[in-house]
């Protein structure tokens, strides 16, 4: 799909992963790649685009790792909705990322600065142009692996999630840590931001102990949501 940019020409064509049930109980095997909140998260499909994510990272970083390729694909602008090359911070990787917003520097007002969204995991970034690069068109085959989610049938007990019901929530869908959790989609609406692709409402179950724990039920139970009208 084309994404119409701020100047009027088109960005890089992508397709975004849509979550799909495998099997007949429409259960699906999922990671949680990131995390905000309940209402706010990220999984990832397991499969046979898990591997080939990887050796498309690994492909990235080796390539974009070097100054002189750096240069050779440096950006002389960014519009919203342009997929690029943004370097993570927290492992030095290269990943594929999409321009959310172009904002303006705290710190200088003659500086601009541009918030990604890392499209195959969900994570953000806030870059400087000269940190970004342009994405090379052979890193395009793989289809946007991260897709946002909320969890069902529960809400905030008291309007917001709290720090510590995030942080159960995290614990009990091992957010980032790669295990397998079970998901099924409830519900899918459309993204809010405009770019392709849905916000799932799904169920999420962790199979992975002799007793299988339904993470909203738990959530419930131990008092860090009330169940969903």
């Not at 993570?88 to 520097?105: G, I, K």
């Not at 200088?108 to 068109?137: A, I, M, N, P, W």
């Not at 519900?187 to 809010?192: A, I």
Request: glycine share 4%.
């Amino acid at each position: 799909m084309n994404i119409p940019r701020m100047d009027g020409t088109a960005a890089v064509d992508y397709i975004q992963e849509e979550l799909v049930a495998t099997s007949a109980d429409g259960f699906i095997e999922v990671y949680i790649s990131s995390m905000d909140d309940p209402s706010t998260f990220h999984v990832q499909m397991i499969g046979t685009h898990s591997v080939t994510l990887d050796k498309l990272v690994a492909d990235m970083t080796n390539y974009y790792s070097h100054p002189p390729n750096q240069k050779a694909h440096a950006l002389a602008l960014a519009a919203v909705g342009d997929l690029v090359a943004a370097r993570f911070h927290q492992d030095d990787s290269w990943y594929r990322a999409r321009v959310h917003a172009v904002v303006e520097s705290d710190y200088s007002d003659s500086e601009t600065l541009y918030r990604v969204h890392y499209v195959d995991f969900g994570e953000t970034g806030t870059f400087k142009l000269s940190e970004l690069c342009s994405l090379r068109e052979e890193y395009n085959y793989l289809p946007l692996q991260a897709m946002e989610c909320s969890l069902a049938g529960v809400r905030p007990r008291d309007g917001e999630w709290t720090e510590a019901a995030c942080d159960r929530f995290d614990d009990l869908t091992h957010a980032a840590q790669w295990r397998v959790m079970m998901a099924k989609v409830v519900s899918k609406t459309p993204r809010e931001d405009g770019f392709p692709g849905f916000k799932y409402s799904v169920e999420l179950v962790d199979t992975n102990n002799r007793e299988d724990v339904n993470v909203a039920a738990a959530m419930i139970s131990e008092g860090f949501a009330v169940q969903a009208i």
